[in-house]
């Protein structure tokens, strides 16, 4: 593919991503994973040192899958919007069929009650890879800057 | 038009709505509509559920220019300036010459004594048309997860 | 050069002055400008009423550097990460070799405890130049609609 065509795709994924969740259609976000897809969130300063620690480590689409599953359950008691605004996209090819992708990105939660505020800023670290007509990620992490969480992490990031 | 160049207009279109607006140049703002533009700002849960109560509904260009105004009068007393951040925006073809828009943003204010606070977030669900060499909103719907507005609605989102 | 190329290559600029900020590494952000190049930081209403005034004022790379040293020193006793999102690139030529960048910015700032608010919101109003094969700024003027600092401008915007 040409790396136009590439920049398109991945500027698409990205969004799918973000608009799945805003949504809260967990099934179609699934489908943006490969099936040997691991999804983290990492405090900043522990990636930034190489620390193994992370705030949640899914290691492939069914955990990914168990994860949304128990987090769906949860939210019933936690109810709020997602807002993702997710800044310009960065892409870089790794080999013939893989690409990594940055983005910073800012998640804000509305109550409610229609009230609105910033819950989580960072930066998505991420590996997409062709899998036949299709971009998809093989490895998503997130890199939160916010690692003092207002309430829970009921959504994905 | 070939895609890559809807892509571009419908880009310099949301870009200029947002810097209208943040600029206060409304009369610019105004020339981005069709003559038979919509222009509605709906809270999200309404939205979702299909009902059909609105925030702001104006159906025709005449009505978005006296709804313009009307806040121009208005915010001689609730002095601030406006920041859209927009993130990335989705094309899709609907028609020959029309085209949806999505887009999620994050509108910041800052009163005159230089603090900013997040005033809106939400997403555009728009309609663009061709008319000429221009491409123009001739649906511009402003979906809030914000409803609780703090302070007025005092300029458009 | 091609309207496309450029436009990518002020993309990627854009992206990496937010991005080297963000990851605290100044000497490659140094790198992003021209030995000519100014680096201003002033309020909204000044500079929509042209007063002069400005809140950091560099008239050249040198000028930059020495900021950024100082900088360097204060950020010891005033820890935080900065985050940039930035909306929408406008890209304009000026002459042959010379192009304007515009575009609305947040930064959100987050504390040692890990908590994250908003920091400052405004507007890139740049000049861009190749430079043999590179385009760098030549003229960087962050246009901030947030004037009253919660703290200090400990980096740079």
Redesign the interface.
Same mark, same amino acid.
């Given at each position: 593919m040409s790396s136009a065509s590439i920049e398109k795709a991945a500027?698409?994924l990205? %969004?799918s991503y %973000? =608009?799945c969740i805003?949504d809260g259609r967990f099934d179609d976000w699934l489908e943006l994973f490969t099936e040997d897809a691991s999804y983290k969130v990492v405090?900043?300063d522990n990636h930034d040192r190489g620390l193994p620690a992370t705030m949640v480590l899914c290691t492939n689409k069914n955990m990914i899958r168990d994860r949304i599953a128990a987090l769906h359950g949860a939210t019933k008691y936690n109810f709020h919007?997602d807002?993702?605004?997710?800044?310009?996209?960065?892409v870089r090819p790794r080999s013939d069929d893989e690409w990594e992708l940055?983005a910073?990105? %800012?998640v804000?939660q509305?109550s409610d =009650?229609?009230?609105?505020?910033?819950f989580?800023?960072?930066?998505y670290l991420d590996r997409v890879r062709m899998e036949g007509e299709r971009l998809l990620f093989c490895e998503k992490t997130v890199v939160v800057?916010?690692? %003092?969480i207002p309430g829970m992490l009921a959504t994905p990031l």
């Open positions: 500027d698409e990205m %969004a %973000a =608009e805003d405090a900043r919007y807002r993702h605004v997710v800044g310009q996209l960065r940055r910073s990105y %800012a804000f509305t =009650e229609g009230r609105s505020s910033l989580s800023v960072g930066r800057d916010t690692f %003092a």
